[in-house]
């Protein structure tokens, strides 16, 4: 009985370390932003690093200067010939790319996909910002430091993005809807050229000299809003609310060019998405216990908050050191 006993406890501690072995075995991990080159993915880049050293992930980084399909595909092409046992994609085409990934989860290459999703969940999760209560945030930010009256302009990138449009409905909506005195322009569409969105915001200002305030999607056209604004002589006049929070925009932030930044977690976007990864590789995590969609929390940062430790530790990075 004692022998049989012995050989179970033997036979289980054998058995632990085997797993244990097989755990810290190194995993390969494809991470593709859907740009390079912009704080946004260099604070995600420096998430996906620290979990890749925290859960011994060998990882690729790997994508294209511009937010583009045709210019992200050859990387996602380049990264599959290397055979990676897991992929983290920030897919620039929600549809586009549906195909790809629903093949790559049918041969058992989980895909997780961060920043924008999918246009369907056929990914095993999406980590990524709620962009629908993000545009919220930003109009309750514009309504406090532009009041809810006057015309207003709105900026997005193209139609057709899921997590930009988000961002643009949800402050439409709850304009039209709770500030029924205000006047929203027709949204402007620049992609992601600053050049055209500060046009675009020129002309608005050149048009309405009413306008009141500019919320802008995304940190590629916030360069051209603030430029324009600046150009008119109206710092301070025209109320500037952007997502993101570029170096830039924390230092024109700070000198009154914004007024609020809408602040998203890329760091943390990187890091859970390369974590999760490597536990769906090494099964440590089932699947079926996923939760598709992983939506982490705003910052709202102002001039009042902004030196707040709990405010700026989100601020994004340019590098990782």
């Not at 200002?205 to 306008?211: E, G, R, S, T």
């Not at 216990?289 to 992983?294: E, P």
Request: proline content about 6%; hydrophobic content about 45%.
């Amino acid at each position: 009985m004692k022998m049989k006993l012995a050989v179970t406890l033997a036979s289980i501690m054998a058995a632990a370390l085997a797993a244990q072995a097989h755990a810290e075995d190194p995993v390969t991990v494809a991470f593709l932003p859907g740009q390079v080159g912009i704080p946004f993915y260099s604070s995600m880049q420096c998430g996906a690093q620290a979990a890749a050293k925290a859960f011994n992930v060998q990882l690729s980084w790997n994508g294209p200067p511009d937010w583009d399909i045709a210019l992200q595909q050859p990387f996602i092409d380049a990264a599959l010939q290397l055979h990676p046992q897991g992929i983290v994609l920030a897919p620039t085409d929600g549809g586009a790319l549906i195909s790809q990934v629903k093949d790559l989860e049918s041969k058992g290459v989980h895909v997780v996909t961060v920043d924008a999703p999918l246009d369907q969940p056929v990914e095993t999760q999406s980590v990524q910002s709620d962009h629908l209560l993000g545009g919220v945030a930003a109009a309750k930010a514009m309504v406090a430091v532009a009041g809810d009256t006057g015309t207003f302009l709105v900026v997005g990138m193209r139609p057709g993005l899921p997590d930009i449009d988000a961002r643009v409905k949800g402050f439409v909506d709850t304009f039209k809807k709770d500030h029924p005195n205000a006047k929203l322009l027709p949204v402007a569409y620049p992609e992601t050229s600053s050049t055209k969105a500060a046009q675009q915001v020129a002309a608005a200002i050149q048009a309405n000299p009413d306008l009141k305030g500019v919320y802008v999607t995304h940190s590629a056209a916030a360069t051209g809003a603030s430029a324009a604004i600046m150009e008119a002589g109206l710092r301070g006049k025209v109320k500037l609310v952007s997502f993101d929070a570029d170096p830039q925009q924390i230092r024109d932030l700070k000198d009154g060019i914004y007024d609020a930044l809408i602040i998203q977690q890329p760091y943390n976007m990187g890091y859970e998405a390369v974590k999760l990864s490597a536990q769906l590789i090494r099964h440590q995590v089932d699947k079926a216990s996923v939760k598709h969609d992983n939506f982490l929390p705003f910052v709202v940062a102002t001039r009042d908050n902004m030196a707040d430790k709990n405010i700026s530790q989100y601020f994004y990075k340019t590098s990782c050191n």
